[in-house]
Structure formats: C-alpha cells, structure tokens
C-alpha cells in the first residue's frame, strides 16, 4: 500500500508540475480606424508646403478678393498658392471651374470682362455668362501610401482689351477649386 500512495503522490506531483509549468500570457489588440483627410486652402504666394497635418492645419487661409485694377490688369498675376492636403489611398484629384467678371446693368443686362486662369495642370479662359470647367485637372495624385501635399500658383490674366473697352461698373467672377477623393 505504500507504493500505492507513494505512485499517487508522484503523479499528483507530476500533474501539479505541468500545471504550474505552462507559461502565463495576457494580451489585447490595439486598433484604430483612421478616416479620410481631404483639405484645399489657398494662401499667399511663396508659403511653405507643409508636410504634415499639423502644419497643414496651421496655414493661414486667404481667400479675400483679388482686385484688378489699371496697374496690373495687362499681365499675367500670380494671385494665389493652392495647397492641398489627402491621405486617401485610392488618391485624389483636383478641378478648376470659373466665371467671368460680371456687372449687373440693371433691366437684365450684363457686361463682361474675361480673364484666363492656370493652376497646375488646369487652364481655362473664361466665357461671359458661361460658368467653365477646367478640361484637365488641377492635380491627380494617383494612388497614395500616406498623407500627400501638392501645392501650385493660382495665375490670373485678364483680358486686356475687354478691360480697356469695358463700360463702368463693379464686376465681379469666381475661381472655384474642388478636390475629389478616388
């Protein structure tokens, strides 16, 4: 009987062994979803392109009204610095569209001043009463592996012999710039 209790007690004692001998572990997952960032400003001509959201988020926008006048109205003006900011992964693009500069004559008539616009792959010339699209895009990123940031100048050149011939009034057109994520 006491190799019966000692062949219980090595077993007991074998067992309790490969108990405490497996190793502990503990876990957990770490997730996030990251959502799409897709962002356009325009800012003064000859800003820094930042390369990060931080210094994306921390341009100074200016969208304030770009005046032609009897000093610049006969050459080509670098206006504005378009920066654009996606992290998409499918891409992104970018598209151009405007109006000509128009002045309400009362008794629905209207006089026009045109004007061509560039920024980055994109030109168009303005059509009176028309509003125009840009046929190429401004950009088209293609597929991306991070955050991307382009940046290209706004160029404006007015019709020169419109604006010398144009009767009076306050005109006024709109630039307009989309971004499209893929």
């Known amino acids: 009987m006491k190799k019966n209790i000692i062949a219980t007690l090595l077993v007991l004692a074998i067992s309790m062994v490969g108990i405490f001998a497996a190793d502990a572990t503990g876990q957990f997952d770490v997730v996030t979803s990251v959502g799409g960032i897709h962002e356009i400003k325009l800012v003064t001509v000859g800003t820094t392109v930042p390369t990060n959201k931080g210094g994306f988020d921390g341009l100074s926008a200016d969208n304030s009204d770009f005046t032609v006048d009897d000093n610049n109205y006969s050459t080509v003006q670098t206006v504005r610095q378009l920066i654009s900011m996606s992290n998409n992964r499918n891409g992104y693009y970018m598209t151009l569209s405007a109006t000509a500069m128009e002045a309400d004559l009362g008794s629905s008539e209207f006089a026009y001043i045109n004007y061509d616009v560039v920024a980055g792959g994109a030109s ?59």
Request: charged share 15%; glycine share 6%; hydrophobic share 35%.
């Open 124 to 182: 168009l010339t303005t059509d009176d009463a028309t509003e125009v699209d840009a046929v190429a895009n401004i950009h088209d990123s293609g597929p991306l592996t991070g955050m991307n940031f382009y940046s290209t100048n706004v160029t404006v050149e007015v019709n020169a012999e419109e604006y010398e011939n144009a009767v009076t009034g306050s005109y006024s057109g709109t630039i307009t710039f989309n971004l499209f994520a893929n």
